[in-house]
């Protein structure tokens, strides 16, 4: 006789995650992750971290010395606005019950995502699957002290 099914009853898991993290950034693929990790929360009863990652504009140090803003730095403050706005959808978008924290970071999605994850002692990590150049799901699965939920992005529950 099979126990109770894992997804109805968290108590039959060997592994019962308490916080589970996601990145948010402006990749859509993320939106899927997110989503997986939302729906895993709430049947867990885990509390969410949704931890929204705009990637570094690089800059040049001389731009630093003139009178106005440099174009990099504008850059960064768009992308870091785009990031935040994406991560407050999300979060309006999640199942009422679901406790959730948000964080909004700098830096390459997979290097960022596991520090968070130490940062914020999170025991498991939810990413999307991708096909781009950076890979942060292969970067997570190689970096991560925690177990890794490496999602397909075919079905996106939170995009629009």
């Avoid at 010395?65 to 768009?78: F, K, M, N, S, T």
């Avoid at 960022?112 to 942060?136: M, Q, W």
Wanted: charged fraction near 20%.
């Amino acid at each position: 006789m099979l126990g109770p099914h894992p997804a109805r009853d968290h108590r039959a898991l060997p592994f019962c995650a308490q916080t589970i993290i996601a990145p948010v950034t402006l990749a859509v693929d993320s939106l899927g992750a997110a989503a997986t990790a939302a729906a895993f929360a709430g049947a867990l009863g885990a509390e969410l971290v949704l931890a929204g990652i705009t990637p570094l504009v690089p800059f040049d140090i001389e731009h630093l010395l003139e009178d106005r803003l440099p174009r990099p730095l504008a850059d960064q403050h768009i992308l870091d606005r785009m990031v935040a706005e994406r991560l407050e959808e999300v979060t309006s978008a999640l199942a009422a019950g679901v406790r959730a924290r948000t964080l909004l970071l700098r830096g390459s999605v997979g290097a960022t995502l596991v520090k968070a994850a130490a940062a914020t002692g999170a025991d498991l990590i939810v990413v999307p699957l991708r096909d781009e150049s950076e890979f942060p799901d292969r970067y997570v699965l190689h970096h991560s002290d925690v177990p890794v939920l490496v999602v397909p992005t075919r079905r996106t529950a939170f995009a629009g």
